[in-house]
């Protein structure tokens, strides 16, 4: 026959529930975490500034020039250097911009980690996977902007490519200007990329 005393009914419950003590302990705040994010933050708020100002510089590099005809010295015409008159110049321009937008994306990603951190370490395989991703569509763009720039700085007599910058000054200057802001990106891309993996690897350690 079952007890009806309520104290054996107490203990025979608290028998079948699963004790305190068997639980897992709550996870500790994740300090590192959250420094890691801040850092995050602080690296893509800086991608964004170095795209923007390179997108700006490389678009607002027009120069005009009077220019001798190689046929009659005598006589010169003005000609524009623009960035849109070399392919390589439009696609950095192109990239660069996507590299821009792509940071505001993941700059307010990034402050949503850090405000509900329980999305951390899904929002770190994606950043770990684009930023890799984005590193090299800058990194492409940077060296056919280079190349070309190079060319119009040194020339190539092998080819009979004449050097453009002793004329171009300006326009050369804000080539350069803009190979290297975009440089910086491609570095910072780097850490960010190496961020997200190293974060990734103590998350899931």
Same mark, same amino acid.
């Given at each position: 026959?079952?007890?009806?005393?309520?104290?054996?009914?107490?203990?025979?419950?608290?028998?079948?529930?699963?004790?305190?003590?068997?639980?897992?302990?709550?996870?500790?705040?994740?300090?590192?975490?959250?420094?890691?994010?801040?850092? $995050? %933050?602080?690296?893509?708020?800086?991608?964004? *500034? @170095? #795209?923007?100002? +390179?997108?700006? !510089?490389?678009?607002?590099?027009?120069?005009?020039?009077?220019?001798?005809?190689?046929?009659?010295?005598?006589?010169?015409?003005?000609?524009?250097?623009?960035?849109?008159?070399?392919?390589?110049?439009?696609?950095?321009?192109?990239?660069?911009?996507?590299?821009?937008?792509?940071?505001?994306?993941?700059?307010?990603?990034?402050?949503?980690?850090?405000?509900?951190?329980?999305?951390?370490?899904?929002?770190?395989?994606?950043?770990?996977?684009? $930023? %890799?991703?984005?590193?090299?569509?800058?990194? *492409? @763009? #940077?060296?056919? +902007?280079?190349? !070309?720039?190079?060319?119009?700085?040194?020339?190539?007599?092998?080819?009979?490519?004449?050097?453009?910058?002793?004329?171009?000054?300006?326009?050369?200057?804000?080539?350069?200007?803009?190979?290297?802001?975009?440089?910086?990106?491609?570095?910072?891309?780097?850490?960010?990329?190496?961020?997200?993996?190293?974060?990734?690897?103590?998350?899931?350690?």
């Amino acid at each position: 026959m079952a007890s009806t005393d309520p104290e054996v009914a107490k203990e025979a419950a608290q028998s079948k529930s699963p004790a305190k003590s068997d639980l897992p302990p709550p996870l500790p705040p994740a300090t590192g975490a959250v420094n890691c994010s801040v850092v $995050d %933050v602080v690296l893509r708020v800086l991608l964004f *500034s @170095a #795209t923007l100002v +390179a997108v700006i !510089v490389m678009v607002t590099s027009e120069q005009s020039k009077l220019v001798p005809l190689p046929q009659m010295p005598t006589v010169s015409v003005k000609l524009p250097a623009k960035f849109n008159h070399s392919p390589a110049f439009i696609y950095f321009v192109a990239a660069l911009a996507v590299a821009c937008f792509y940071s505001i994306i993941t700059t307010l990603a990034s402050i949503g980690v850090i405000l509900k951190p329980a999305f951390y370490t899904k929002f770190l395989l994606y950043f770990a996977f684009l $930023d %890799v991703l984005m590193l090299g569509i800058v990194a *492409s @763009a #940077t060296g056919a +902007a280079g190349g !070309v720039a190079y060319v119009g700085l040194k020339g190539n007599r092998h080819v009979g490519w004449v050097k453009v910058c002793s004329t171009y000054d300006k326009f050369c200057r804000y080539i350069g200007t803009s190979t290297a802001l975009a440089l910086f990106a491609a570095v910072l891309l780097v850490l960010l990329s190496m961020l997200s993996t190293y974060s990734l690897y103590k998350r899931i350690r």
